[in-house]
């Protein structure tokens, strides 16, 4: 009788663009994760809330867009509150973007921020930190 | 009535009557005789000195002109400043007249005293009013010679020194073309209009001058006022602003195209992963997979630049002759199943009256529709989970054609509505350039048309393009580009 497979950490992908939401989805079920993928920021919390993600992943869009807003939505709700998110971006200032969504929702700040083009390899070592309960990383 | 011995009796009601303060004193500086208008400003006086009276004085003023009269007989004219017996200042014009005895000796002088208390008043408020207005003003002759300038205008452009204003405002050899101040002379009105000068200190000086008549004859005024206010520091924050504005627009231009770019670099790494990994795995379906991601952002690459180059280059209309329904229906074609695949109503309203053929860009005008029922699309998306609704409607009135694109979406706030026609931006990421709304403002205006919106929070977006009939473009010469008029077969408007 087999050991059953431990569970696979879960990721959730927030990306209005199909081909880069597919990508990171791959990438990420190639590295072991389980990968809730979202196109479309709206509803996506009942899906959050059900899939119990360990690390989120958002694009924020444009920055005065949808997702900080869906960054506060997600800091206000209960289950989520806590879970680190990697912010995907194609805005050149990380570090700018960062502390721009720090007071979201009153929960903690973004933990990681990745710039696009996003590398494969990144974006699950990232992940792998986040997991591990490394530090917050600053690009 | 007063009895005067030293003038003609019909002269003593002139004596009386006159508007001026009038009092005869002799060698002693005694009064001897005034008029009412003396007596009602220094009492009755008659048996005083006037330095008693006027001055409180004991003895004789310094330099009094009666005491001058009496030496030379002459007559003088002078201003004095003094009291009234309230204490008052009062400013007045003073003749003085010898008034000679049978002997031809001056035996008294006749002082006649005007009361200017109220003109030099309104003089002194002229005068600080010209000289402190903070404003460069200049009084010029017909000759356009300044004869007056104030303060500011000294300081700024130099003391007139009977220099023309062109001169002295832009250190011109010639009057100006649209000289204010001669246009004034010509027609007596006022007439405004900016300029730019240079100061004595060669720095430029922008201004805006106002002119207006002064001592109006029967040739016209002789003398023009030039009143301008200095605009140079309010240019200059003009300028600084502009040029904040075009860096503020070129970095969020730079910005946007980076934004837009780095999200389709990001499809084509993915693109190069999927099918990597897909071949590495000799899976073909992810292999296929992959190479559909990167031809699909290269075709977005190469759209991008597209539509740049289609931007940057100004490329004209190609008009054809073609039933606008049509168009309208093809996108509602086109877009109607992924609408429905995302909940989203599409409708066409083709109007109560049918709209005829009309002449424009066909390609042109199915791309700009296209834009606008996909910002729709896009508006629903992120509207909520209500049931949403793309209405589009082609009407004609007036002889104008308008396509009307409206959506139940999420609608646009203050800021976004600002920028809908700033290049770059866009509230779709990855998924717009951010051209489109440019693009189409363009199409636009290429045919004379305009392009406007309504839009409110949460209630949806109206996006109308409406086209005047008569300012469409005509058909081109049979034979060249574009001259192809499917429905009626001819190359020529109908």
Redesign the interface.
């Known amino acids: 009788m087999s050991v059953p497979a431990p569970p696979r950490p879960r990721v959730a992908v927030i990306d209005d663009e199909p081909d880069v939401s597919t990508f990171l989805q791959l990438a990420l079920e190639d590295a072991g994760f389980d990968v809730l993928v979202s196109n479309t920021p709206v509803s996506v919390l009942q899906g959050l809330r059900a899939f119990a993600p360990h690390v989120i992943c958002l694009d924020v869009v444009m920055p005065e867009r949808l997702g900080p807003s869906l960054l506060t939505d997600i800091r206000r709700t209960e289950e989520l509150r806590e879970v680190p998110v990697v912010i995907l971006s194609g805005l050149p200032d990380g570090a700018r973007t960062l502390d721009g969504l720090d007071s979201g929702g009153g929960g903690p700040p973004p933990a990681a921020f990745l710039e696009k083009p996003i590398d494969a390899a990144a974006l699950v070592l990232t992940v792998r930190r986040l997991l591990a309960g490394g530090s917050r990383a600053r690009p | 009535m007063s009895s005067c011995p030293w003038l003609p009796a019909d002269r003593t009601l002139l004596f009386d009557e006159i508007p001026c303060s009038i009092v005869v004193v002799d060698r002693s500086y005694t009064i001897v005789d005034r008029n009412p208008a003396f007596a009602a400003i220094w009492g009755d006086g008659l048996g005083a000195t006037c330095h008693e009276l006027t001055r409180g004085r004991p003895g004789p003023c310094s330099g009094c002109p009666a005491e001058k009269t009496f030496r030379d007989g002459e007559r003088r004219v002078l201003a004095q400043n003094g009291r009234d017996r309230h204490g008052k200042p009062v400013h007045t014009l003073v003749h003085v007249a010898p008034v000679h005895d049978a002997g031809g000796s001056v035996s008294h002088v006749a002082i006649m005293s005007t009361d200017l208390t109220v003109t030099r008043r309104l003089q002194e408020e002229y005068q600080t009013l010209f000289e402190q207005v903070p404003c460069f003003v200049a009084v010029v002759d017909r000759d356009l010679r300044v004869v007056k300038a104030n303060r500011l205008f000294r300081r700024v452009f130099g003391e007139p020194d009977g220099e023309r204003c062109y001169a002295l405002f832009k250190h011109r050899q010639e009057k100006c073309d649209d000289c204010p101040a001669e246009r004034t002379f010509g027609d007596g009105g006022t007439h405004t209009s900016r300029h730019v000068g240079v100061s004595r200190a060669g720095e430029e000086t922008h201004y805006l001058v106002s002119t207006a008549a002064l001592q109006p004859g029967d040739d016209g005024p002789t003398h023009v006022i030039e009143m301008a206010l200095d605009l140079t520091d309010l240019t200059r924050l003009e300028r600084e602003k502009l040029e904040a504005e075009r860096l503020a627009a070129v970095g969020q231009t730079v910005?946007g195209l980076?934004?837009?770019?780095?999200?389709m670099?990001?499809?084509?790494?993915?693109?190069m992963?999927?099918t990597s990994?897909g071949l590495k795995r000799g899976d073909p379906k992810?292999t296929s997979?992959g190479w559909e991601?990167l031809e699909?952002?290269i075709g977005r690459i190469s759209s991008l630049v597209k539509s740049l180059l289609a931007f940057s280059r100004g490329e004209g209309p190609r008009p054809s002759r073609f039933d606008p329904g049509e168009v309208v229906r093809e996108i509602h074609d086109l877009f109607c199943q992924s609408a429905a695949r995302h909940g989203v109503e599409l409708r066409v309203d083709a109007g109560a009256a049918p709209v005829g053929p009309v002449v424009m860009d066909r390609d042109g005008l199915r791309s700009c529709l296209e834009n606008l029922v996909s910002n729709a699309l896009d508006a629903c998306?992120?509207?909520?989970?209500a049931p949403c609704v793309i209405d589009m409607r082609l009407l004609e009135r007036d002889g104008t054609v308008t396509f009307e694109v409206a959506d139940s979406g999420c609608g646009m706030d203050y800021?976004v509505k600002q920028k809908v026609f700033t290049s770059f931006f866009?509230?779709?990421?990855?998924?717009g350039t951010g051209l489109g709304l440019l693009l189409t403002r363009k199409f636009v205006q290429q045919h004379g048309g305009t392009i406007t919106f309504d839009s409110t929070p949460g209630r949806g977006t109206t996006f109308r393009l409406s086209f005047p009939r008569q300012r469409l473009p005509e058909l081109p010469p049979e034979g060249g580009p574009g001259a192809t008029d499917p429905e009626c077969g001819s190359s020529r408007r109908q």
Request: aromatic share 2%.
């Open positions: 910005a980076a934004h837009g770019v780095k999200n670099l990001t499809g084509l790494e993915g693109g992963y999927v990994t992810r997979q991601m699909r952002n998306l992120v509207s909520g989970p800021d866009s509230t779709k990421g990855a998924g």
